[in-house]
């Protein structure tokens, strides 16, 4: 399974892939908005990652609030993302 096809289980969209033929640069976002007024991020870009978590505010606009937790399955999609990005074995 990859990771798209993990995160996709979990409930999250892919919703930005590119440069992925470069060391450079590279970005892949992956996206789960629960219940219309939260949303987890999964970041991807260069060699590093980063979860952020965002409350709608006012019904109109998604808000940063800090970082999110992470479940054991998503850790996993997150392992094998880096996998497949060749950052880990």
Not at 16 to 38: A, G, L, Q
């Given at each position: 399974m990859?990771a798209?096809?993990?995160?996709?289980?979990l409930?999250?969209?892919q919703?930005i892939c590119?440069?992925?033929?470069s060391k450079?640069h590279?970005r892949?976002v992956?996206?789960?908005?629960?219940?219309?007024?939260?949303?987890i991020?999964?970041?991807?870009?260069?060699?590093?990652?980063?979860?952020q978590?965002?409350?709608?505010?006012d019904?109109v606009?998604f808000?940063?609030?800090?970082?999110?937790?992470?479940?054991?399955e998503l850790?996993?999609?997150?392992?094998?993302?880096?996998?497949?990005l060749g950052?880990i074995e």
């Amino acid at each position: 399974m990859t990771a798209q096809e993990m995160f996709e289980e979990l409930g999250f969209k892919q919703i930005i892939c590119i440069n992925m033929n470069s060391k450079k640069h590279r970005r892949i976002v992956y996206e789960n908005i629960i219940e219309d007024y939260i949303k987890i991020t999964i970041n991807f870009f260069d060699d590093s990652f980063y979860a952020q978590l965002y409350y709608k505010e006012d019904d109109v606009v998604f808000k940063n609030v800090g970082g999110c937790a992470i479940y054991k399955e998503l850790l996993d999609a997150i392992n094998k993302q880096c996998q497949e990005l060749g950052w880990i074995e």
